[in-house]
Each structure stands twice: as C-alpha cells, then as structure tokens.
C-alpha cells in the first residue's frame, strides 16, 4: 500500500487525469510544463470577502473617527498596513446574506441621521449604517483593493439596483450623481464588479434556478454602468443550478461576466458538529483537507458545463466564498461566527490557493470568507490589538503568483493514509513572472518530511530563494499578547543545481520556492 502514488497531470486544456502508478517510496516528484503555459493567474483570485457580520466590518475595519485606536477617517490603520503589505486586489461587500437584506440608501449621507436596521441574519444586532457606500469605497482606495458590490435582490428592488450602479459609476448629471455629490463626492468611483444577488437559492430569495435565471436578467438589464456582473451561482456541487443558469443566460452573455460558486471546508461531520477550530487531532486534520481537495473536483464539474455554452471562456468561475467553517470560538457570540486560525487553516489555504491557480483558465476570482474577524480570517482584532493569522501568512507568501504566467504541473506524490482513507501527500502549482519561476508546495503530511524532486526540463535555472510556513504541532496560532507562533521564514535551498534537483518539505509545511531561470 506505502508505495502506491498519485499522478496529477494538469494541462493547460484542464485535463485532468487522476492514475495509480508503483514507484519506490519517498520519490515525489513535481514536473513543470511551461511548454504549455498559457494562461494568466488574475490577481482576483487572491481576493476577500467583508460582510457586515459579527466583527469584521465594525471593530475590524471600522471604528469610527473618534475611536482611540489609531485610525485613518475610522479606518483602523493596522488593518489598512497589514492589508497593504498582503497586496489585497479586491474586496468583496457589504455580504454575504447581509447583502439581500441592505437597502444602500441607508448607508448614505450625515451618519447620525442614517436609519437602523436589525442585521436579522447575524446575531439580530443593530446596524447602525455607518459604514456605507462611502465608506467601503474609501476603504478600497486606502488599501488599494477593486470593490466588489454585491447588489440586493432578495428584497431589493430593480430601481435600488440600477440607481445605484448610477450613484456609484456615472459622470452624468442626474439625479443620483447630484445626490453623491451632496454627500461629498464629486467624481464616480472606479468600480467594475457586481453581484447580483447572493446565494438566491437560500439565505438570497430561496429560489429556483429557472426563476433566479429570469431574474437576473431583468435586474442585469438596468444596471448601466456596471462592466462585470457576476451571476449568483451554485452551492458546491449543485450541478443543475449552474446548468440552468448557463442555459439561460447564454444568449445574454454580453451581461453575464462571472458566475459564482460557494464552497466551504466544514471539518467535522456535519453543520451542527464542524469542530473546534483549535483543538483537534490528526484524524480532523486528514478529514479536512480531504474536504479541501474536493475544490478541485467542484470546480471541474462546473467547468465542464460551463463549457458547454460558453467554450470559449468568457464568463469567469467567480469563486467569492470559500474557506474554513468552525465552531465559533467558546463564550463568542454564535451569531458572530468568530474562530481562531491553526496551521491547519494555512494548509488549506494554501491547497485551495494551488487548485485556483491551476484552473486560473477558468476561475477569475475567489474571496476568502472572510477578511478580519469572521470564519477563515487573516485577520483578527481584540480592542486596539491585531494578529495576523497562519492564513495571512499563506496570502503573503503566494502573493508572487499574482498575474503570473500560470505553468501547469504534473504532481506524482506518495499516499498520506490514515486509517484507510488516503490523499495525497503533496500539493503544488505554478507561475512564471519576470524570469521568475514560483512554486509552492504543501507537504500535508503532519508526520513525515517528503524529498520532492522538481523536473523542469526546458529551461536552465538558479535557485533565487525560498520561504517557509511551518509549526512544531498541527494545532499551532497566533495569538493575542504572544509572541507569533507561525510566519514566513526563510528556507535555505539546496545549491548548487544538480539533476535531478530535489528538496526536502518538512512535515505540514508550506514552501514557496524561485527560480531564475536562464541562470
Ligand atoms: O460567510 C458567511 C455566510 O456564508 C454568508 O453570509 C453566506 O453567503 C454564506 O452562507
């Protein structure tokens, strides 16, 4: 059994054939194809994710002009460093299920007299619309993110919709630009992407994909201005619902640019027991990423019907939810959806982070839910406190695969087994930028180093350097008041070039490699 392996072969034509072969033990080896590089990794697929939900927006982004936390127009300057340093690309707002229920009129002119409303889906607490249009767009611009707005349609109107892309986009008089200028703003801002509504089959309307279809289109067909819709799309592996909606939007495609999956890792073994998000053995770590993996196959299964009426790709697989879900952290409100981050949150993350890459001829974008305070956070705040998560540690390091030449790879790893459930033990992907060739690795392995050997057979190359993320236990975090258990270090690799050029990945790590290439 130890020495069967996996092959993974990706090609640039997203074939992908999954084959049992017998190799000796412990010779892993990643082969890079940049015969067949073609496509580019959009920046977007870094993106993230704020709702107004529990205490990502208020006390995360937000505290306001007099808060005694240091802050830019009530903008926590902490969050806008750490978010900068990470190179955000966009940010997708105000939700989330949230956003079915804003009415963006609310969120508009002098705070004090803006309207309350109860945020029924998160913890039914106040929502004081502080934090409005004005205000997410500003943000946007401090951290240097696109917007992402994602627009109500479950109880919103096809007006409020289109009045206000208006608001936001036109440099028309009318009566919208009038009303943004009365609230300070002159110019539009630049933004390009739309939702259209949010999960419409659940928390977004409960509809159907026939009905949802039809809908979107009329609400698609208003909103002048906006240069990238993005349909709401399925929940994980519902099938139908990306079938009927490619079906019917496919002589509209001049107003459909994204469709949106939703596909979240819960551990445990169901909603109502996901685990908690610290404490957990190897046995939850295994189940988790086995979950993780599954991205893979969703986004397949929804490629392939995509192209069926959309063979040449033009509407992007819009990946803005996804990540762990845990138990919220004891004594956290459970409206609040708060929990802790381990190594095991930066395995995923970087797993899911190497499959979007991978399938980056399809997938345009992903948000990670979401950006501070809430699920699968990469940052967390407590007063005037700040941590930076195992999973902030993944988006940094990955961060050079941005607008990269995506190279596709051949993966051939030994099994990681526990109690006969097998995956693999490696997880790679791929780019080339500037002469620069970047890997990164996962050894998933919590209790065994793998050697990996890198094929790269076309081209000479030097190794320029190499990082890590890694941890004495699985269950490593950074917290409050500690020194950081996890970041990214330096990893020293091997020199000078010899064939075939292997490099040994400590146990649960993460490594980003470079290469020069023509050294
Ligand atoms: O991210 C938390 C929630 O998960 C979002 O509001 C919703 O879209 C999804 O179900």
Not at 297 to 302: A, E
Not at 322 to 349: C, I, K
Not at 474 to 496: C, K, S, T, V
Request: proline share 5%.
């Amino acid at each position: 059994m130890k020495n069967k392996r996996f092959v993974f072969r990706i090609s640039g034509l997203l074939l992908l054939s999954f084959t049992l072969c017998r190799q000796s033990e412990g010779q892993n080896r990643l082969i890079l194809h940049p015969e067949l590089a073609k496509d580019t990794i959009q920046k977007e697929i870094y993106g993230h994710f704020a709702e107004h939900l529990g205490r990502c927006i208020y006390g995360g982004i937000y505290v306001g002009e007099n808060s005694p936390i240091p802050n830019i127009r009530g903008f926590r300057t902490d969050v806008i460093q750490a978010l900068k340093d990470m190179d955000i690309p966009v940010l997708r707002w105000p939700g989330g299920c949230f956003a079915d229920t804003y009415h963006w009129k609310d969120g508009i002119g002098p705070r004090a007299e803006r309207p309350s409303i109860i945020n029924v889906h998160w913890g039914g607490v106040t929502e004081d619309n502080s934090f409005g249009t004005h205000e997410f767009l500003d943000f946007c611009e401090l951290i240097g993110a696109e917007p992402y707005v994602n627009i109500n349609v479950g109880s919103g109107l096809v007006r409020e919709a289109s009045e206000w892309v208006e608001y936001i986009t036109s440099e028309n008089d009318s009566p919208m630009t009038r009303l943004r200028l009365q609230n300070g703003r002159d110019k539009p801002w630049n933004v390009k992407y739309f939702g259209i509504g949010n999960e419409t089959w659940g928390c977004g309307g409960n509809m159907s994909p026939e009905y949802y279809a039809d809908v979107y289109r009329q609400f698609a067909s208003f909103c002048f201005g906006a240069d990238y819709l993005i349909a709401s799309g399925a929940n994980a592996g519902d099938a139908r619902w990306t079938e009927v909606l490619m079906e019917k939007t496919q002589y509209h495609q001049w107003m459909t640019q994204g469709l949106s999956l939703h596909y979240y890792t819960v551990p445990g073994e169901s909603w109502s027991q996901k685990g908690s998000a610290i404490q957990f053995n190897e046995k939850d770590w295994h189940a988790t990423l086995k979950k993780t993996l599954r991205m893979e196959q969703l986004i397949i299964k929804h490629s392939e019907i995509m192209d069926k009426f959309d063979p040449d790709r033009n509407v992007g697989l819009i990946v803005d939810e996804w990540g762990n879900w845990h138990d919220v952290e004891p004594g956290t409100n459970p409206g609040f959806l708060y929990q802790q981050n381990t190594l095991r949150d930066a395995m995923t993350a970087a797993v899911n982070l190497n499959i979007f890459n991978r399938h980056c001829e399809r997938v345009k974008m992903a948000n990670i839910a979401q950006m501070v305070n809430v699920l699968q956070a990469v940052i967390l705040t407590r007063d005037d406190q700040l941590v930076l998560t195992p999973t902030y540690y993944v988006f940094k390091m990955y961060r050079i695969h941005q607008g990269a030449l995506m190279i596709p790879v051949t993966v051939e790893s030994e099994d990681y087994i526990l109690d006969g459930d097998t995956i693999p033990s490696m997880h790679a992907s791929a780019s080339s930028k500037d002469g620069v060739v970047n890997i990164t690795l996962c050894n998933l392995n919590p209790g065994k180093p793998i050697s990996v050997e890198i094929e790269y057979s076309e081209l000479d190359f030097i190794p320029a350097d190499g990082s890590i993320i890694h941890g004495e236990t699985m269950n490593d975090h950074n917290d409050f008041g500690q020194p950081e258990a996890l970041n990214i270090q330096p990893f020293a690799l091997p020199q000078p070039i010899r064939s075939p050029y292997v490099i040994e990945l400590p146990a649960k790590s993460v490594v980003l490699v470079r290469l020069t290439v023509g050294g």
